[in-house]
């Protein structure tokens, strides 16, 4: 348990001086959205006949947007806080799991045993298997994180995306989710590419090389 909340404390440190750097980027969003927002409004104008769309304009719509729900939005970060409070209680239950866990195993023998010898065995027999196929699962998750982790990181760095150990950990990380994580994972980079760099080719190469890499 301490191992796991050491690492877990890492985990965290790791995204958050992660952020802190995102934060020095914050101008640097600002003016290219500022300048792909000029490049929107003139292919609208010219094909669409739009009016131009300004980024203070998407702002306070958003700030609307939010004094309009703020109650839903107090719900849902209530909600948020009781999972967080259930998630810090998951090392107690653990602790008291695993200091108890000869009771339990006892209970486990005397309920499905039947005080028959070959039975307790059989009990015994597939108690042993299922603490088998737990470890085994576990460590196979973490093993493809890890591989997906690294895999990520020298894809985005090659490419010449900045903070590529974070896109890749992140990337890696969310493969925990089935089917939509590794999604998740992808959009957050192939964003920051579209942003940040001025071709097209590099969000496209980002989603076909994290394709490959998943498949």
């Known amino acids: 348990i301490l191992f796991g909340i050491i690492l877990f404390s890492t985990i965290l440190f790791f995204f958050y001086s992660q952020m802190t750097d995102f934060a020095q980027d914050a101008d640097m969003f600002v003016e290219r959205l500022n300048e792909m927002m000029e490049t929107l409004n003139q292919f609208l104008g010219d094909y669409f006949a739009i009016e131009s769309i ?3 304009q998407v702002t306070q719509t ?3 947007f939010v004094r309009e729900n703020v109650g839903s939005i107090t719900q849902q970060i209530g909600g ?3 999972t967080l409070t259930s998630i810090l209680l998951v090392p107690i239950f653990v602790f008291l799991i695993l200091l108890l866990r ?3 195993k006892n209970f486990l023998l005397k309920a499905f045993g039947q005080g028959n010898s070959n039975q307790e065995k059989k009990v015994t027999t597939i108690i042993a298997n299922v603490k088998s196929t737990v470890q085994n699962y576990i460590t196979g998750v973490l093993i493809v994180i890890g591989i997906l982790s690294i895999l990520y990181s020298i894809l985005l760095s090659v490419i010449g995306v900045d903070h590529a150990i974070f896109f890749g950990v992140f990337a890696g990380m969310m493969n925990i989710i089935p089917f939509i994580g590794p999604l998740f994972g992808s959009i957050l980079p192939i964003l920051y590419a579209l942003i940040t760099m001025d071709s097209l080719f590099y ?10 890499i998943q498949l």
Do not use: E, K, T
Not at 203 to 212: A, D, M, S, T
């Open 80 to 82: 948020a806080a009781s």
């Open 62 to 64: 958003l700030i609307n």
């Open 203 to 212: 969000p496209l190469i980002i989603l076909l090389g994290f394709y490959v």
């Open 102 to 104: 000869d009771i339990l």
């Open 54 to 56: 300004r980024l203070d």
